[in-house]
């Protein structure tokens, strides 16, 4: 089994415990030992503990292992876990799997996001709206990378820096590329387009915030099956949000031309915010 063939995400999460999931197509007694250690951080120096799989007792595949004072990756304190299975003698072809995962408080409630806890309020740009590169400068200004399915090779260097993501799914990817999206802590939204039906991808990114995104000329219905709904606001947006339902509702403007510095795409992102402000108080402002 190849690492990316695993699925990883977290369940229920509090400042006492976390649980860690684990999907695996083998049976149970073709693993040894699977476990996960840490918190690890390249910003500091923590105490890793280690916490045992165990396999629920059902026909889903699924194992899990409760963390005690689970540390949370955060911008600041990007903390990651290493999950680790050792196969059993004769029943694996790859003899040891190491993963990296991170656990977030992070999700929807009601027209708003909220992280650890307290309401916040996303702000993106797309990475090629943007000359600078250096993903200290973007972290910094404290602004989520807006990247494309083409570009996932940015996860894993993203979630051990602190670096925020949103992904713009364009198209149909493989489950394996799906896994890596879902078990990254840096990853706080996928966009896809407004025609696709999520259910499925509901089961391959679980506990990932799931976005429509809406062309100026479809406005999406209440009955909508988003977590959240990113409209341009190039067009004239409706004077009454409670028509979108329930959900946090994003704007996106992007910009004219691309820009030198990440501080002047961060500076266009609050202008969205003050252009909207007298309107409408979303959840997120992208450029």
């Not at 078990?183 to 499925?200: F, G, K």
């Not at 991808?201 to 995104?213: D, E, M, N, T």
């Not at 339902?245 to 969205?272: K, T």
């Amino acid at each position: 089994m190849f690492t990316d063939q695993i699925q990883v995400f977290s369940g229920q999460v509090s400042n006492m415990s976390a649980d860690l999931y684990l999907r695996l197509a083998e049976p149970p007694e073709q693993w040894k030992q699977v476990e996960v250690m840490g918190p690890y951080c390249t910003s500091g120096r923590t105490l890793p503990t280690t916490a045992r799989f165990e396999p629920l007792q059902d026909t889903s595949g699924l194992w899990r292992a409760r963390i005690i004072d689970p540390a949370c990756w955060t911008l600041d304190h990007p903390m990651l876990y290493r999950v680790r299975l050792e196969a059993a003698a004769g029943h694996s072809e790859a003899k040891s799997i190491q993963i990296e995962c991170g656990i977030r408080r992070f999700g929807c409630r009601d027209r708003n996001l909220w992280w650890d806890g307290k309401r916040w309020v996303l702000r993106g740009v797309m990475v090629n709206h943007v000359r600078e590169t250096e993903f200290a400068a973007w972290k910094n200004a404290r602004v989520a990378m807006w990247i494309t399915d083409s570009q996932l090779t940015l996860l894993e260097e993203a979630a051990r820096l602190g670096l925020m993501l949103v992904i713009d799914l364009r198209r149909e990817i493989p489950a394996e590329e799906l896994n890596r999206i879902a078990r990254c802590p840096a990853v706080m939204m996928v966009i896809v387009d407004h025609n696709l039906e999520i259910t499925s991808l509901r089961g391959l990114l679980p506990g990932i915030v799931l976005a429509k995104r809406f062309a100026p000329t479809t406005m999406p219905q209440p009955s909508e099956d988003a977590d959240a709904v990113l409209l341009c606001v190039d067009a004239e947006l409706p004077p009454d949000l409670t028509s979108l339902g329930n959900r946090p509702v994003l704007a996106l403007r992007e910009l004219s031309e691309p820009v030198d510095e990440i501080a002047a795409a961060r500076s266009a992102c609050d202008q969205l915010q003050r252009d909207l402000a007298g309107r409408y108080d979303l959840s997120g402002y992208i450029v």
